[in-house]
């Protein structure tokens, strides 16, 4: 019988104090553990789905040097040096969640307190910038062409350099009206149309006789992608079905809209994961304060949201060489 | 506190810090300058670049497991069984459908219209 009833004495694995404990480890720690792998295998789906697709359009693919190139309050073309600073914000606040924990290890509350507060610090940092990529992104840099059967027509100078649409195309007023409730449209919604129209680019690029167009093939020699002649592009030109600023789930101006799809959702998952680690850290990054920890003479919860937050931090180097680097 | 080192480990942490910030400023000086002796060749079916940057991730992902997330310190068959099994069916994953990749552009490639 008695193998069979939970005694007083023997309540859980944790109060096994025998040394019995399977693996040595306390319960939820091993539990932590169950989920990071989990976890990983949800993200190394994403990530491999990615890398399906970009296998897929090899040929077509954006590349990620030409579409992230900002850094804020400067104007400029700076490829990588500002996701370079996300990525080093968040190993940086992974190194002080593990000073956390070794402070923990040494029952030093306040230096606990400390590194904790750093870690939610630098975790914030990381969300901002990401909220601002995101926005960077969606807003778009130079504006493109859409043709008819999907594909991205982007416009160059002679030296190759992409040039914004509105420094060569002049409006005249657009098509028509955007259709929004205050004009008695009330059945029907649309976001803002386009500034310009594709006959209006198509007029302005005729005149400016120093463009070219670029299209989103890659040339496997250069690695960079194919620039027509005056000639060809003018039959792009009239293939172009819209005017496209920007990159959303439906359309990309620097290329493959599958591109941008990856880009949110991965991302964005990740970036649910941070905000998450960061809600985490701070209800322990409380318990610390108010001394939970201390009564319970163990930090050992310190440890498991430390986890957790390497864990981000881990899936972060991965998506920074998947979607930056390679 | 399973273990009884009490002692700090700040200056190993540091250390740690300190190599995986080194590692990043390579890739990332790497990635802006691109030697085209690296990046316009090709080595096992990619560019040398991209081979460096792989390595150099999972190196990065060493020291985070090993070092961060304490697994060194671990029990061997704890380490194990998530190393293991996470290294094998992701492998196995992405081994499958890159190689589906791949036949999806050699077959679907041809017939995108680059001539108007």
């Known amino acids: ?326 | 506190m399973a273990h009884d080192t009490n002692a700090s480990h700040t200056a190993l942490i540091l250390k740690v810090f300190a190599f995986l910030s080194l590692v990043t400023i390579v890739e990332v000086a790497f990635g802006i300058v691109k030697p085209a002796s690296l990046h316009l060749t090709s080595f096992l079916g990619t560019s040398p670049l991209n081979w460096i940057f792989l390595i150099l991730t999972l190196v990065k992902a060493y020291g985070i497991t090993w070092y961060f997330m304490h697994m060194k310190e671990e029990k061997k068959w704890l380490r194990r069984s998530v190393v293991w099994t996470s290294i094998f069916l992701i492998s196995y994953l992405m081994i499958l459908l890159l190689i589906e990749g791949s036949y999806l552009h050699e077959v679907l490639a041809p017939y995108v219209k680059w001539d108007y």
Do not use: C
């Open chain 1, 1 to 326: 019988m008695e193998a069979t009833i939970a005694t007083k004495e023997h309540h859980s694995w944790d109060d096994d104090k025998s040394e019995g404990k399977p693996l040595k480890s306390s319960y939820g720690k091993m539990m932590m553990w169950f989920f990071i792998v989990s976890d990983a295998l949800t993200f190394s789906g994403f990530i491999i789905a990615y890398g399906l697709m970009r296998f897929k359009f090899i040929e077509t693919w954006p590349i990620a040097d030409e579409v992230f190139t900002h850094i804020p309050f400067v104007h400029g073309n700076f490829p990588m040096l500002y996701v370079a600073f996300m990525t080093f914000v968040l190993i940086a606040s992974s190194v002080t969640m593990v000073l956390a924990v070794d402070a923990g290890h040494q029952m030093k509350k306040n230096k606990v307190a400390w590194y904790m507060f750093w870690t939610i610090l630098g975790g914030a940092v990381f969300v901002g910038s990401q909220a601002w990529e995101w926005k960077t992104f969606i807003q778009g840099s130079y504006g493109a062409i859409q043709m008819n059967d999907g594909k991205i027509i982007q416009f160059v100078d002679e030296t190759g350099h992409q040039v914004t649409l509105e420094s060569f195309v002049t409006s005249h007023g657009g098509e028509r009206e955007q259709d929004v409730r205050s004009k008695g449209l009330w059945f029907t919604s649309e976001s803002a149309l386009p500034e310009f129209t594709v006959a209006e680019v198509t007029e302005a690029y005729k005149k400016h006789s120093e463009l070219s167009i670029r299209t989103e093939k890659i040339i496997a020699a250069t690695k960079s992608k194919e620039i027509l002649s005056r000639e060809a592009s003018l039959n792009y030109l009239a293939e172009g079905k819209q005017v496209v600023k920007g990159a959303n789930l439906k359309v990309n101006e620097y290329g493959s809209t599958l591109f941008a799809d990856f880009f949110f959702f991965i991302t964005g998952f990740h970036g649910f994961h941070v905000f998450s680690g960061i809600i985490f850290n701070m209800i322990i990054f409380f318990n610390v304060i108010i001394g939970t920890y201390e009564k319970r003479k163990s930090y050992e919860m310190v440890e498991k949201v430390g986890l957790y937050w390497h864990f981000v931090d881990l899936v972060w180097v991965f998506v920074f060489t998947f979607f930056y680097l390679v």
